[in-house]
């Protein structure tokens, strides 16, 4: 580990135990449960000094399961009601876990930092107004999963989200890429240009630094859109398997990007950070560049 503390840009945090195993499928998938409990002091023993958590409600699923409960006889004005009352507990959902997500943060505070979720279930003016509500409460970024979401990047849709989030200095963390075996097309980096281009001054952090199957669209938006960053998580596996980028590409992709243009993130309660900051140390990269991913580019870019 580096003799000086490290930040960590992509954690989620779950009120419970059992809420975060559900969430892992089941298991602990890298023997931990999620909660802020076993958070804080693991970040002590290991050098963690902030973490930045992303917290959001994938309702997708569970909206598509409610309806199906559903009968299957109602009359077309009862099914539009109870579709709108199923959607207002969703998005009771996500406003539940984004208020105890600042919650956290305040009871943590310069050590916990809270990006929230929004869901395009909700409509404009829903959007917008939790926005400004998380953002009164502290919020400093907002979470986008698109692959589990079901949109893509360019869904106009979004755009009150982006021009929201631009206007208040929130920071906006993307996944892209593939997940789960699920195609990552509508989280291609690509995807954005479009909003890249409308929002120049929106800060936009790709996590994955666009997912290896699109790790050459990423090098060449970070050239065009100098508002784009990219957290390494889970693209440096401290335990590589085969077919896992070398060293050598790793280093190749980070000096491409830019080295002050990425910040480390673990995914914590999903992976051990541990092992991939120790593979970082080993890419050939200098202590300086990196000095940059492990720690100071995140100062710089989120304000931390």
């Known amino acids: 580990m580096p003799d000086y503390s490290v930040i960590d840009v992509h954690m989620h945090t779950y009120p419970t135990a059992a809420t975060a195993i559900q969430a892992m499928g089941g298991s602990p998938t890298a023997g931990f449960t999620g909660t802020i409990e076993e958070l804080v002091p693991f970040m002590g023993r290991v050098g963690l000094e902030k973490a930045v958590m992303v917290n959001f409600t994938p309702v997708a699923d569970m909206m598509d399961a409610s309806l199906a409960n559903l009968q299957p006889n109602l009359s077309q004005s009862h099914r539009e009601g109870e579709e709108d009352r199923i959607r207002r507990e969703m998005t009771g959902r996500v406003k539940r876990r984004n208020r105890w997500t600042c919650q956290v943060a305040k009871e943590q ?149 830019g080295t002050d243009r990425i910040m480390f993130g673990s995914d914590w309660c999903f992976r051990d950070p541990v092992p991939d900051i120790q593979r970082i140390e080993r890419l050939g990269l200098s202590r300086d560049e990196q000095r940059h991913i492990l720690r100071e580019n995140a100062i710089t870019i989120l304000q931390l």
């Open 109 to 257: 505070a310069n050590l916990l930092y809270p990006f929230i979720g929004i869901d395009l279930i909700m409509d404009r003016d829903a959007i917008v107004e939790e926005i400004h509500e998380c953002y009164r409460e502290g919020a400093r970024g907002i979470k986008l999963h698109p692959v589990v979401q079901r949109f893509s990047l360019d869904d106009e849709r979004l755009w009150p989200a982006y021009e929201t989030a631009e206007r208040l200095g929130m920071a906006m963390l993307i996944h892209t890429g593939p997940y789960e075996g699920q195609s990552g097309e509508n989280a291609r980096p690509g995807r954005f240009i479009a909003a890249a281009q409308k929002f120049p001054h929106l800060i936009v952090i790709m996590a994955h630094c666009g997912g290896r199957e699109y790790f050459r669209d990423a090098v060449g938006m970070s050239k065009e859109y100098r508002n784009l960053f990219f957290d390494c998580c889970g693209i440096v596996p401290g335990n590589p398997e085969p077919g896992d980028p070398s060293n050598e590409d790793m280093l190749g992709l980070f000096r491409a990007i």
